[in-house]
């Protein structure tokens, strides 16, 4: 495959391709050693901070463990999208066992096994020999086992085809610096979800305005591209390493702003807006708005096609049918939080308990993100795990980050702590220490499966108590990993409401937990929220960027969120320091 400007693979696509190799090598049962120096070597290369395709063979191996035959399996990696030993072993196992291994509780002897025993090479393989029973006969695995791996494929299909939104937009933001090289004249732009930033998205759309029809032939030539599923001289489609899917639509300068409504969607906002366009007689579709006589209307901008049908221009975040459309029409859309509204971030992990870097990192590197204060607040103690804090060691962490904070001009470290609830809704910490804090963040971790009353009570339960400050991650949901736990949301945000405390968006991007839709209901019933990135180390204090989307998805401005205020008005809001509280 050549392009005519040949790009070389990103860091996470050349460490997956080694991943891969090791994946097969473990298959195969090859020498341990080999398959750890491929599974180092694909650690390596995901946490470099430089692109790996640009340095020569001695700057690889300057890396730990990275010797003479990795550096060259990886220069070629990089620079041709393959390599010869996955080719090789591609023959002996084909590339859709590898699925079967990714398959949770599945290792690479049982995978081996399989596909020796029952000619397994695919999920589908797997999914027919499962329900047949013919894996519980195979040594060592029984009937529990088979309905294990009957759940997991049940899960998988759940999540099939879906990415994380932070994974999506950085896939899609390479592929538009790709095409723009292609097309430096056109316009390139990520739509569909990833444009309205929603949590998880499904395949990636870009649109391109007023480039040539050779601009799908780069498209299908991008590297890593691991099958092309259509190829048109308007449209194309392709599959990346990595599962994701692409669609590219190419269209004339003056249907740009036509295909950008439709193609960013969604679907609802969109046959929403179709239905305004009918009342009045007019058509309107991707490639532009037109009268009964097929005469266009408004097309070229957005804003042209919204004007006309009598609305505001509207946020993608907001294009979801819930309202937006009635908003714009009578001048009530909200004005969103932006990211440089926030100056602070009240909820981060130091490695007192399980975060990787010293208080004094983590706050140079918020004071250079150009926050104006934080709180630090580490696990509780029955987070045993992550080397939680007792009472004694909380206080002590609040001293250092005081005497700290003593020392610093302009900006503010709060104490604080991440006090966990335990399954009953008390506090892990006593009364005394979290009324000597600053803020107190409280969270759920463990006993998530409780039934909706119980997990109900526990938290409003922590809601209750007089030093509990700001509720963190609410529904301990892990995106396409782990549901939300199961809990009435209106009752809880009714008593985050009665008691003044404030509803943390947990900026993680597989968690963004509240999720859009109740990070708007508390606030549509006057809950603050506050967006967090609960950081355990410098590099996720850009997690805000989620937070934010989650928070203008969910019609959230300024006002609604705590962290917008400068640190003196923010703690007055505190719950513990309200007047009255
Ligand atoms: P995803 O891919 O599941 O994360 O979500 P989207 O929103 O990116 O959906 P996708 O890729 O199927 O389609 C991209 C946009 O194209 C969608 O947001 C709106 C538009 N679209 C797709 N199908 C239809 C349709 O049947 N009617 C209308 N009016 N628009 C559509
Ligand atoms: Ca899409
Ligand atoms: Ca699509
Ligand atoms: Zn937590």
Known sequence: MTANLPTPLDNRAIARVLTEIAMLLELKGDNPFKIRAYRNGADVVANAAEAVASLDDAGLRAWPGIGKDLAGRIREIALTGDCGIKRELLTEFP??????????GLGPKTVAMLH?????????????????????ALKGMGAKKEELILRALEERQRHAGRHKLDRATEVADSLVAYLKQHAPGAEVAAVGSVRRGTDTCGDLDILAAGADRSLTDAFVAYPGVERVLGHGDTKASILLQGGFQADLRCVTPDQRGAALQYFTGSKAHNIALRD????????LNEYGLFDPKEQPIAGTTEESIYRALGLAWIPPELRENRGELEAAASGALPSLIERSDLRGDLHMHTTESDGRESLETMVRAAQERGLEYIAITDHSKSLAMANGLDETRTLENAAKARALSKTLK???????????????????LSDDCLEALDIVVASVHSALQQDEADMTKRVIKAIEHPSVDIIGHLTGRMLLRRDASRVNIEKVIDAAKANGVAMEINSQPHRLDLCDSHARLARDRGVKLVIDTDAHEIHALGYARWGVLTARRAWLGKDDVLNTLPVAAFRRALRRNRVGA
């Open 95 to 104: 590339a859709t066992l590898l699925d079967v291994m990714r398959i949770q």
């Open 116 to 136: 020796k025993e029952l000619r397994i090479t695919s999920l589908e393989d797997l999914a027919l020999a499962a329900r047949s029973g013919r894996i519980r």
């Open 276 to 283: 305004k366009a009918l009342e009045r007689g007019w058509k």
């Open 410 to 428: 302009g900006f503010t470290v709060l104490a604080g702590v991440e006090c966990d609830i335990l399954p009953d809704g008390s506090m892990d």
